[in-house]
């Protein structure tokens, strides 16, 4: 991991070390609950560069939650999202995205809050990382108690992609990298 970091942008690879040493810390209390870390890797099923999920796993709940990065969007534009997902691990179709869960609890925040890193331009990008991530720790741990715990189930919280959608947005990412790559 940190070789590959090494060979990213100076300050994406920066941002990438803030976050995971921030999740690692500010995670622990997650062994509470049985998981352990697996492991941290980059995302190579997505088009978009520099995507990283930081995996932690609980075998007897039957569940992994995964914290997914984006440094930047499709177009190489900061946007520091943060999103997580919990997945039933003998059943890869069965995730959770946890922002459509937290929808579903009708809570009072801006949801963007726990979505975007930087959605604070007064702090720095170390002091927004911590806030979001102990936001997501809190209504993790709380309010999907019972989901991480193997307790409870919810159905229908994951996006579903619409085929033809999905086909049109692929071969636009497709474009983008060609051309980012053909400039190089």
Known sequence: MEAEIKNLPKDIGQKILIVVKNTKSIFQPLKSYDYVLE?????KSLVIKYALNIIYSNHSANRKIIIHYEPIDIENKSID????????MND??????????????????????LLYINHDKSWSFKENTKVVLKLNLLYLTTLAENIITGKKWEEGLKFKWDEQLE?????????ILYKDN???
């Open 39 to 43: 492991k941290i890797e980059f995302d």
């Open 81 to 88: 999202m943060l999103t997580l997902h919990i997945i039933k």
């Open 92 to 113: 890869s179709e069965k995730e959770i995205e946890f922002y459509r869960f937290l929808k579903k609890c009708d809570i009072q925040i801006d949801l963007d809050t």
């Open 167 to 175: 086909k049109m947005i692929y071969e636009e990412q497709k474009n």
């Open 182 to 184: 053909k400039q190089e």
